[in-house]
């Protein structure tokens, strides 16, 4: 398998465009995950499913922000409008079962909002 | 709450130097689980190690090796012997049984081997 796929790899653009993260996570694995990673906060859950139903959203720190996932295979995380403070490295991250099994990360999508 | 701290926020150390990397948590759970993820300059997260809270036996593979102390609410890393290619980020983390799966990582410990 090929591991957990994101892209785009890198994404620069501008305040207030819209912006959408697609991930495909590992074949099989039942959960998916989405998580931000910044200086200042670390890395931080902000959306994960289940059998592609959202569980827990609680992470996600606004409205601008939406995650969908439509089948198994792919999942999207969307910031519309984007901002300045959105900038971060966005991972998905996929696992086979809950809570006590590893999850596997993608390489990321290093988000720029100018 | 849970929460994993890493107290080293970063380390540097010479190539063949025993390096440790240390890690506290906190849980009200009595079942959880803990992990090491290596983050090396790629950027990309690579899980090392998963633990249950019921099995504290230390952990050996190759120059890794993992010390769990429910008594202490640690589980600290060991690299012997590190090469220049173990320098990453290291990050530990805690999933408890009643929040799902929400992985809570600590802020990371920055190795850095020299050669």
């Known amino acids: 398998d090929a591991g957990v796929i994101q892209s785009p790899r890198h994404e620069v653009t501008e305040m207030g465009q819209e912006v959408t993260l697609r991930c495909k996570p590992i074949?099989?694995?039942?959960?998916l995950f989405w998580y931000r990673q910044t200086m200042m906060r670390g890395l931080e859950l902000l959306i994960y499913?289940?059998?592609?139903?959202?569980?827990?959203d609680s992470g996600m720190p606004e409205d601008r922000f939406s995650a969908k996932m439509p089948n198994a295979s792919f999942s999207t995380l969307k910031i519309q409008p984007s901002e300045p403070r959105d900038s971060a490295v966005y991972f998905c991250?996929?696992?086979?079962?809950?809570?006590?099994?590893?999850?596997?990360f993608g390489q990321g999508t290093r988000l720029t909002v100018v | 709450a849970q929460k994993v701290t890493q107290a080293q926020t970063e380390i540097s150390v010479v190539e063949k130097e025993d390096v440790t990397l240390d890690c506290v948590y906190e849980?009200?759970?009595?079942?959880?689980?803990l992990f090491w993820y290596k983050q090396p300059p790629s950027g990309e997260l690579v899980f090392l190690i998963r633990?249950?809270?019921?099995?504290?036996q230390n952990e050996i593979s190759g120059r890794y090796s993992w010390n769990f102390q429910k008594s202490t609410s640690s589980f600290n890393f060991t690299i012997t012997a590190s090469q220049v290619v173990d320098s990453a980020v290291y990050f530990c983390?805690?999933?408890?049984?009643?929040?799902?799966?929400?992985?809570?990582f600590g802020e990371g410990t920055q190795l850095t081997v020299n050669p």
């Open positions: 633990r249950n809270s019921f099995d504290e």
């Open positions: 991250a996929s696992a086979s079962g809950p809570p006590n099994t590893e999850a596997f």
């Open positions: 499913f289940n059998n592609n139903v959202p569980i827990d």
């Open positions: 074949s099989g694995h039942d959960y």
């Open positions: 983390a805690l999933s408890e049984e009643t929040s799902g799966s929400r992985l809570t």
């Open positions: 849980t009200r759970d009595t079942t959880y689980y």
